[in-house]
């Protein structure tokens, strides 16, 4: 049996439309997947007086979006020789990793991922398969293959570009069918010295080559990048976004808005990390820290907000801990608690997100495609009812 192309969906207690939030009933009516008629108030005994089926729910939002994943990797097991193992996986093996990530992404209400990449092009394969029709799975945005240094961070990420002419062609050649160019531009934070220790992998010069290389193919950068010396890079090569941004300061959020780069922070990972020291071993000092990092990353998140910075919501999914699908309501949380309003963390969880990536809008707005999640609860009087979609139309 298949589900009516005609239904209308009540929420009894409220609404977010990928904008703003709305108090009280709504009443959708869904046609042909597309939105026809939006109403405040409750009219479903209407629409089942006319035997249209109604659904009803207490919330409706549109479908969340991860603006940074890595399918191929799973954020569970977390101890390392478990997580060393599973990346030694044959392709296919890791293909079928990938897959069960993209399924487990959408049974948590994200319905659009970005990869931010991985050395096999795996994200690409998955990207084709549900644009080819499988089913059950979150779509995907694929950032495809990394461009990295050798012997630096980013082996599964990326691989190996060296002079000018390779990093022309990891860019034209390397990534034809890659959505957008991953530069991995620092290493992993070093929390016991709790810092970015090592230079970053491209100078200005080679990472603006990057970024004018991709521009020229209709495709946007993101940046691996962490620490002052790397973001003064990513800023000054005016790549489209910096992922993670650790060590962020007020004059870099300034060039960011200035020059409309925006920013996936990225809590996930490194909170997880506080929260389960015992994972990685962590001694008392590096537990403080690692809480000196997501203080001040915080702070900066903060005025990041208030400055008018371009807020992407991603949560490096696929790191130790951080679990697809299940993180992002843990990101958008980590927002909250930074005094970011909740409107403004579900605006980019959805919209901001989307328009980031240059994907249609799925505001909740007549003519739209409806893609959206329906909650028993209210996440603005229950945050965590955001973990619990009861009802998910993916499109
Ligand atoms: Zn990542």
């Keep these: 049996m298949t589900a009516p192309t005609e239904f209308a969906v009540v929420a009894t207690e409220g609404s977010f439309d990928g904008e703003r939030y709305c108090a009280g009933p709504l009443t959708l009516h869904v046609d042909g997947g597309r939105i026809r008629e939006v109403s405040t108030g409750d009219y479903g005994g209407a629409f089942e007086g006319r035997g249209v089926s ?11 979006v991860d603006a940074h994943v890595h399918l191929l990797l799973h954020g569970v097991p977390i101890e390392g020789p478990s997580r060393a193992a599973h990346a030694k996986q044959p392709v296919a093996a890791l293909l079928e990793a990938a897959r069960e990530s993209a399924r487990q992404s959408l049974r948590y209400g994200v319905c659009h991922v970005r990869d931010a990449g ?45 002079d000018h002419a390779s990093i022309i062609a990891a860019v034209t050649e390397r990534n034809v069918r890659a959505d957008a160019i991953k530069i991995v531009l620092t290493g992993l934070i070093d929390f016991e010295r709790g810092a970015v220790t090592d230079v970053p992998q491209f100078a200005i010069e080679e990472a603006a080559l990057i970024v004018n290389a991709a521009r020229r193919c209709g495709k946007r950068t993101l940046a691996h990048c962490s620490g002052l010396k790397g973001l003064q890079v990513a800023t000054e090569a005016r790549v489209d976004s910096i992922e993670h941004g650790f060590f962020m300061n007020r004059e870099m959020l300034a060039l960011m808005r200035d020059r409309r780069i925006a920013w996936t922070p990225t809590f996930c990972p490194v909170h997880f990390q506080w929260t389960f020291p015992q994972a990685s071993g962590w001694s008392q ?12 990353h915080r702070e900066h998140l903060r005025l990041a907000h208030e400055m008018g910075v371009e807020l992407l919501l991603g949560t490096d999914a696929g790191s130790m801990g951080v679990e697809h ?26 919209t901001s ?19 959206a999640l329906l909650f028993e609860e209210s996440p603005f009087a229950e945050l965590t009812a955001l973990e619990r979609p009861w009802r998910i139309w993916s499109g």
């Excluded at 590096?286 to 000196?292: F, H």
């Design 325 to 350: 699908g299940k993180a992002v309501a843990q990101e958008i949380r980590r927002y909250v608690e930074a005094g970011l309003p909740l409107e403004a963390a579900l605006k980019a969880a959805t």
């Design 285 to 296: 000092a590096v537990v403080g820290n690692l809480r000196r990092i997501l203080d001040a």
């Design 353 to 371: 997100n989307r328009r980031h990536m240059g994907l249609p809008d799925t505001l909740i707005a007549p003519g739209n495609r409806f893609e």
């Design 54 to 64: 109604v659904v009803r729910g207490a919330f409706v939002m549109p479908g969340l």
């Design 118 to 162: 991985d050395r096999y092009a795996i994200n690409d394969m998955i990207r084709d398969e549900v644009a080819g029709g499988a089913m059950g799975m979150t779509k995907v945005y694929s950032a495809g293959i990394g461009l990295k240094r050798p012997k630096q961070y980013g082996a599964f990420i990326g691989l190996d570009v060296t």
